[in-house]
């Protein structure tokens, strides 16, 4: 596509767009959310929102996902928790990193619910419900085999073992988290449930949440009670070894900056690492590394230009990449039009794997100097 | 280091701070200075602040250069080159991409001098001039081999032949970009330098442009008139094949959020791609990749606790990674200590190596989640 959909949203200084599809990643919730329903229990779908929305931005993401029927949300840490309160204050808001030793008051003000990852977040927490004399609801992670956070087996075997380290708290649910649920067939996650089920047998009764993403497509025993999608909703592929059931959810365009004809034996970029061999027509566009457009896409990535490839030459520097365009039709191939560097034409997960990593963190890598705009649910907006 | 020097400006939730030494960015700017300067020529040193003061503040960045001496600055486009205004109303802000079809009298107004890359772009600079009835100034680029950005030895000779086509501007300078500056003893400085020679006799006369931060340490040939260095303000090594010159300008503190005693053949992380040779302590500390540790930093990088080196183990998460931290003092070793990524103990130029990229990738890559606190010529103050 050689030009944009909404040209007046788009100012003319603008050097790329990144178009955020509130609609389809609302749309993705929903599948999910029935995925998860499959067997016909009421399994409820979360909305994973860390990170910012996972690069899209959290606050619009979550007022999309709100709109579809999403009511509980998972965040990093207490700062990213204060950005959602404020947005959604009836939402439950889950906080993944726990409790940091003196935000509990905090926390509890705000209405959080934190995820308790070790007895002494369990006793401050406590302590916090004491102080404050109201039960506080929190979430329990205990770990089954990632080793990064939750508790360990001794310390859920300890728990069990004195519930009253529960007193004055509102289990709202157990969680752990699969290592590898991504690869098919992999027989972890299958061990790692039976840890969790043989600790969730120990321990008083709530809701038992294990599956993310790629959880929610493998057996349904993984399913438990909440499924807690991040990456699927952005468009990831959730099921790597077959076609993406996900729907795209961002487009990333690059302006063109400038058209150069060159002749064969030209050195393109830093390093001349790019040598033409035969005459070329190459376009220089307004993206660069530091747009989280990864340097290692300079030997392997390809944008398309009105729906024609054209492979990156040379390395990419920090605001600015180069393609060899000579394919392009020329009436398309002019300064202030825009490439395609994610969408339709260049699924998010092709340009991971062309640049050595995953679709995840292309997605938070996104950079901040994108004019984004956001179409669907949220009241269309451009941010320059 | 296992706690911060300012624990007054870190909140108890911030699970990662990014100190920006000011002092530093502004000590190394006088350091290029001089040594532009060497050989007793007025040399004018610009100060580099595009993609945000490479990821570290534009504003901040360029105030402490102001109150140093720098008196010119360049950044990518339009919407940094109007933040940048805002904050310094009385420098000379360059804009490396020109100016955007459309946005020529929002330049003017602002007082701004583009980059003109192109014979359209002098045109269009110059239009304007004419329409406005005063006279533009304008920096004009000539590319002399990176095939990037700049008129092409046609367009400049096409130029030269025809000074007309300048009436109405103020050619504020020349500039061309080396290629391969970074690499000691590369012959294409040399041969960039001479075409650019070439051209600079044959134009109107204006001071001239070549050398960024590495050019600054080669022959004094390249120096011309202006240099412009960017990355070694940040304190990345503009000379690879010997010790830095540079001071480090950033610390990057991550918060232990958890630590963990595991046997020998305990798993961690996705993919359990890492399992332990004997028993071990392991810490948790909250950045991962979504604040700009490169997932590549999985396999091979390293952080210091209490000056003690610990190996990232398992691949990096989006919001945490996991250290081999048996190694650490078990006194130093507590929930709420910090650990350092990047610093003195971590030189930015080692953790880019670990990564397979360069310094200024890892820069410019930085997320937006850390507790940000700027020491030295800008007032004090955490950005949480």
Partial sequence: MSSVDFPSQVPAG????????????AGNWRVLRDHAQRSGRAVECAGVVKADGYGLGAVPVAT????????????????????????????RVLVLHGPAAGTEREMAALGLTPVLNSLDDIARWRATAVALDRPLAAYIHIDTGM?????????ARHLAADPALLTGLTPAGWMSHLASADVAGDG???EQDARFRA???????????????????????????LVRPGAALYGVNPTPEAPNPMAPALRLLGRILQVREVPAGATVGYGATYRTT??????????????????ALGSSGHVTI??????????????????????????ALVPGAFAELIGPDRPLDDVAADAGTIGYEILTGLGRRFCRVYQGAWPVAAHP
Wanted: glycine share 8%.
């Fill in 199 to 225: 600790h969730l047998a120990r321990l008083p009764g709530a809701p038992a949440s294990l599956a993310a993403s790629s959880g929610i497509f493998r057996e349904p025993a993984l399913l438990h009670d």
């Fill in 188 to 190: 972890l996650a299958a």
């Fill in 64 to 91: 999309a996902l709100a709109g579809a029927g999403c009511r509980s949300f998972f965040v990093a840490d207490l700062e990213e928790a204060t950005t959602l309160r404020a947005a959604l204050p009836d939402a």
């Fill in 306 to 331: 009105a729906g024609v490839r054209a492979s990156v030459v040379g390395r990419i520097s920090m605001d600015l990449l180069s393609v060899d365009a000579t394919r392009v039709p020329p009436e």
């Fill in 14 to 25: 603008a050097g790329a767009v990144l178009a955020i599809d509130l609609d389809a990643i």
């Fill in 147 to 155: 080793n990064r956070l939750g508790l360990d087996d001794r310390g």
């Fill in 278 to 295: 035969a005459p070329a027509r190459l376009a220089t566009i307004a993206v660069g590394y530091a747009d989280g457009y990864f340097r």
